[in-house]
């Protein structure tokens, strides 16, 4: 059985990454969506939110997954049953950075292969940053983000919004 995992901070997921789960589900028998666990990139979503949202997103996908994980992404694969990493590429600056990580992933697990997806040209240009950016300014994120992610995004913009004339932040 090939398992494969999608791995990624997904803060929040994004249409682009949606369609990559989508088309790297159908070259595996299973996908593990992993969500890195990272507050050193002070996320607006915990861990727990993010895993929640893509759970909820997935939920009629029998043979997609969405797990957890902090550490070495190599050492969560094999933990998995997994060697095979899947990465979207939106272009030649994402290429050099998913170059570099699949050297990296491979000296340390040379069991590990890395498969790129090409993003779909219509999400080629965001990335979460630039969602969670425009969001902030009042800007319309609804090609960008499924309905459920938009309102999630808003509920954190109006209270950090909130906070921030209260003299919270
Ligand atoms: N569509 C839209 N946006 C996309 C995208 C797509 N198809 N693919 C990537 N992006 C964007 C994301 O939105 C994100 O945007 P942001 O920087 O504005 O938040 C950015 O590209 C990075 O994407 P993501 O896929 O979330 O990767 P990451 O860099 O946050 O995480 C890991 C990469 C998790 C794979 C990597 O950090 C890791 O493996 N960490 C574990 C530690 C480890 O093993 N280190 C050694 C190996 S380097």
């Excluded at 666990?37 to 029998?62: A, G, Q, W, Y």
Aim: with cysteine.
């Amino acid at each position: 059985m090939h398992i494969a995992v999608y791995p990624g901070s997904f803060d929040p997921v994004t249409n682009g990454h949606l369609d990559i789960i989508e088309r790297a589900s159908k070259l595996c028998d299973k996908l593990i969506v992993a969500v890195l666990d990272n507050p050193s990139k002070m996320p607006m979503f915990t861990v727990e939110e993010r895993v929640k949202h893509l759970e909820l997103i997935l939920k009629d996908k029998p043979d997609i997954e969405v797990r957890s994980f902090s550490g070495l992404l190599v050492d969560f694969a094999k933990s998995v049953g997994s060697n095979i990493v899947v990465r979207g590429l939106r272009g030649v600056t994402d290429f050099s950075y998913e170059f570099q990580m699949a050297l990296t992933n491979r000296s340390l697990d040379s069991d590990i292969e890395t498969l790129f997806i090409s993003a779909d040209t219509q999400y080629l240009f965001f990335s979460s940053s630039q969602v969670k950016e425009i969001a902030l300014f009042g800007g319309n994120i609804d090609n960008m983000v499924p309905r459920i992610i938009k309102d999630e995004i808003y509920k954190k913009v109006v209270k950090t919004q909130g906070m921030q004339k209260s003299g919270g932040i």
